[in-house]
């Protein structure tokens, strides 16, 4: 039973492309699904600037109404000051006056704060979004990049996948079985070429009888890690 290196190394190379082809395959629905991860990490994020600008409005709004209460209460106040029947009561009402125009002073303030830190939480949430808008985008064109290519690749997959098919066919069948085993097993790493005198996978060093066999075009396998060994172009006899 011989086997010529040629058509093992054909093999080898039908292996080493339906391998690149299957993680090529893979690559593009994991690209996707990394695209949609940033897509609703952006949408999250969006959220909880717009609750965040919501609540810090809905109080803002709370203190304006509060102040402009309190306004009226000192208009009111102010009425009655000039209807003081009683220097008594002229005091009460000037001490109320007094404490509810210090107190909307510190309201002012405290109003004048939010609305800057609403300033800030909108330029936020307007950022948030427009990093939204951008992963969306790069979403949509990954999506479409993607649905481009992997029918090509499915293709080709069985393109090389028939051509390996019939490179198997014509090997000895004594010896396929053997070959099947380690092939399904092990995908690309079921073969190796050897480099110099070492087995091209595990480097382990050939013996000078796995050295011979393989120049009289027998098969052979590795020793150490079990790869069907064959020998480069420049090597072969
Ligand atoms: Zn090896």
Known sequence: MTISAEALRELHRFHRQLTDLRNRLELGPKQIRA?????????????????????????????????????????????KLNMANSNKEYQALKEQIAADEQANSVLSDEILESLEIIDGLTATQAQAQAELDKANDELNKTTGRVQEKQPMLESELRRVTAELKEAEAILPSDFKMDYERVSKARGEDALAQVEGEVCGHCFHMLSPQSMNELLMAKPVFCKSCGSLLYLAEDASP
């Open 35 to 79: 695209s949609e991860a940033n897509v609703s990490r952006a949408n999250d994020q969006v959220n909880e600037a717009k609750n965040t600008l919501t609540k810090a409005k809905v109080t803002t709004d709370d203190k304006q109404l509060q102040l402009k209460q309190r306004e009226d209460r000192i208009t009111e106040l102010n009425n």
